[in-house]
């Protein structure tokens, strides 16, 4: 019998909020040429040496004031999301979640997907707005 796949993809979020955690987060993040459209070499300086020196503490600092006992509100949300929809939808879907930057990896839905006997995956982008992030 084919399985079916959902797998719902969020932007990402750091491991922890605190300040290695956000430079890993918004090193990968802003490493993207489709987030920071510019050239490599320009976009690496500007990285390391106006953004990550800086914000990665006050980021965290944000965070802090967001993040729960049961972590990042965008992946705990996300994890509830994807606790519903395998309930509401039944075996026969298998259903994931991935972000594109950080953990959950997409390829490790992935690769939990394809353990759960998904032959067929539809993408749903959790994204609040438009992204050519891929």
């Given amino acids: 019998m084919a399985r079916e ?3 719902l993809v969020n932007l990402g979020t750091p491991d922890a909020p605190r300040t290695p955690e956000v430079r890993r987060y918004l090193r990968e993040f802003l ?8 050239h ?16 990665p ?3 965290a600092e944000a965070y802090r004031k967001i993040w729960g006992e049961r972590g990042s ?6 994890l ?3 606790d519903r929809l395998r309930a509401r939808l039944g075996p026969e879907v298998a259903v994931e979640l991935a972000m594109r ?6 390829a490790d839905a992935l690769d939990r997907l394809r353990d759960a006997g998904a032959d067929r995956t539809v993408v749903f982008p959790l994204f609040p707005q438009y992204s050519s992030a891929a």
């Fill in 73 to 78: 509100p965008l992946l705990f949300h996300g």
């Fill in 57 to 59: 503490s006050r980021s």
């Fill in 40 to 55: 490599p070499v320009k976009r690496a300086l500007v990285l390391e040496l106006f953004i990550l020196p800086f914000r």
């Fill in 31 to 38: 490493s993207d040429p489709r987030v920071f459209d510019m």
């Fill in 101 to 106: 930057y950080q953990k959950p990896s997409i």
């Fill in 5 to 7: 796949g959902l797998l």
């Fill in 80 to 82: 509830d999301l994807a």
